[in-house]
């Protein structure tokens, strides 16, 4: 029995030289609750997430999502409920709304709109005038482009977001804007999931609720 | 480059007396043991070639290729030996060797650029697909940008020859046939079919590895299998 939103269960992943990049690594997200992912570089915890989002495949063990594995056919419709987010926002040709549109194409999301004033008056909460979504999106700074890639995953009421390093490589304004970002996120409903990649254990502490630490492919702690 | 000139033309010498030979023999024998087992040589040729030229490669691209060409010119070329020339027999050497060769040549060019430009466009837009994938796309729906793109640019050399033919060029198959004292109007009627039997076949062929790409690049998981991309 398990009360899990998201859950890995022993997760292993090998190299093409048979060598483990993760092994046997277990991991559970409660219904509200902000796990952070510590360890060195190298330490597997990107490749821990992208497992998590069932983006690569894996040698042994399994994912569930609410105590349920994920089979092929479901993979769309989880992602949609448990979102990764790339450590260095990936934004398409056009402009900020066109690219907080993309996902609305997709049939998973098909009985979803596109809600301008939703996305203005989070703009408007990061300081922002609505016509920042007219921006031609190669225009954005490193940060802009997080925000945008961020709005463009939370306007899908995502149960669970994954982020890998989300504030890596941005300046102290940008690190602020998507920390409150997240965590506004987090407290707007109850039963949300996070899980938080970094190699900041400061930043972890204030993102998470409690921390698993990665080395060198295993947990430990 | 005056050497290089020098092989290739011993090599266009060499190769077409070689080819001249071959063909006297086989179009004197007139057998299906024959005519067939050559045209699976030819076909299996072209489907090593359109793999050479690739810059990025991926486990089974050989069989995809091989397995394209060999379906998109077999199947063209049927049709156009038992439907529309309507050779008697249908293996006549006469007919179906210069005919596989014609519709090989272009296919293997739409196969090779097709199969480049997926892997090109996977490879570069790798975290765009894997973008989409995280926000609930679909294999299909990752790919189909990228899909897209490389059939279009395996069409695009017979569409632009089908656009300025008998314009900027004659084919070679209608000139040989001029040359040869065939009444123009007759010419330039075998040369349309051989046109359209040749889109057909490239457009079948680019298509159809093109997708067979597509599913091995992407699992029923619906992830992208990026790893199996490699620079050959």
């Known amino acids: 029995m398990s009360a899990a939103l998201l859950e890995a269960r022993g997760i292993g992943r090998r190299a093409e030289d048979g060598a483990w ?4 690594v277990s991991l559970a997200v409660a219904p509200g609750e902000r796990v952070a992912v510590v360890g060195s570089s190298g330490a597997g915890k990107s490749l821990l997430l992208r497992a998590l989002a069932r ?3 894996i040698q042994a063990g399994e994912v569930l999502w609410r105590g349920q594995p994920v089979v092929a056919e479901e993979v769309p419709g989880f992602r949609a409920r448990a979102i990764y987010l790339h450590q260095r926002a990936v934004l398409f040709e056009g402009s900020v709304e066109e690219n907080i549109r993309v996902p609305l194409s997709l049939a998973i999301h098909s009985g979803r709109e596109w809600d301008e004033g939703r996305a203005a008056a989070r703009l408007e909460s ?15 700074s490193g940060g802009e482009a997080q925000i945008v890639a961020f709005l463009r995953a939370i306007q899908l009421d995502p149960e669970v977001l994954l982020l890998d390093e989300p504030t890596a490589a941005l300046d102290q304004d940008a690190v602020r804007s998507i920390e409150g970002l997240v965590r506004s996120w987090h407290a707007e ?20 609720d409690r921390e698993v630490r990665l080395d060198a492919g295993r947990r430990v702690a | 480059m005056e050497r290089r000139l020098l092989v290739a033309a011993t090599r266009t010498v060499l190769q077409l007396a070689l080819i ?3 063909l006297d023999w086989v179009f004197a024998i007139r057998s299906p043991w024959v005519v067939v087992p050559l045209m699976a040589l030819m076909a299996l040729v072209a489907g090593v070639a359109a793999v050479r030229r690739t810059d990025r490669r991926y486990r089974g691209i050989w069989l995809n290729s091989l397995v394209s060409i060999f379906a998109s010119s077999w199947i063209v070329t049927g049709v156009a030996l038992l439907a529309i020339v309507r050779v008697r027999p249908w293996y006549d050497p006469q007919y179906a060797i210069p005919l596989l060769g014609m519709v090989l040549g272009n296919t293997l060019n739409g196969i090779s650029l097709g199969l480049d430009r997926l892997t090109e466009e996977l490879s570069s837009r790798r975290d765009r697909v894997e973008a989409l994938l995280a926000l609930g796309a679909t294999r299909w729906e990752a790919a189909r940008e990228p899909v897209r793109r490389s059939v279009r640019t395996g069409m695009i050399p017979i569409i632009n020859s089908m656009m300025i033919v ?30 359209f039997l040749i889109a ?15 599913r091995r690049l992407f699992s029923p998981d619906h992830q992208f299998l990026y790893q199996q991309i490699r620079r050959s």
Do not use: C
């Not at chain 2, 008998?166 to 004292?181: C, D, F, H, N, R």
């Not at chain 2, 007759?186 to 046109?195: F, G, K, P, R």
């Open chain 1, 21 to 24: 990049l993760l092994e046997d």
């Open chain 1, 55 to 57: 983006l690569d495949p």
């Open chain 1, 126 to 140: 990061l300081g922002r005038e609505p016509r920042f979504l007219d921006k031609p999106a190669r225009d954005l």
């Open chain 1, 189 to 208: 409903r109850g039963g949300r999931g996070l899980v938080w990649v970094g190699h900041d254990r400061e930043q972890a502490g204030r993102m998470a």
């Open chain 2, 20 to 22: 001249g030979l071959v």
């Open chain 2, 166 to 195: 008998g314009i900027v060029s004659i084919p070679g198959m209608m000139t040989g046939q001029l040359l040869a004292g065939v009444d123009p109007l007759n010419a330039v009627e075998y040369q349309i079919v051989i046109m």
């Open chain 2, 200 to 214: 057909s076949a490239t457009a079948l062929g680019t298509v159809g590895v093109v997708l067979l790409g597509y």
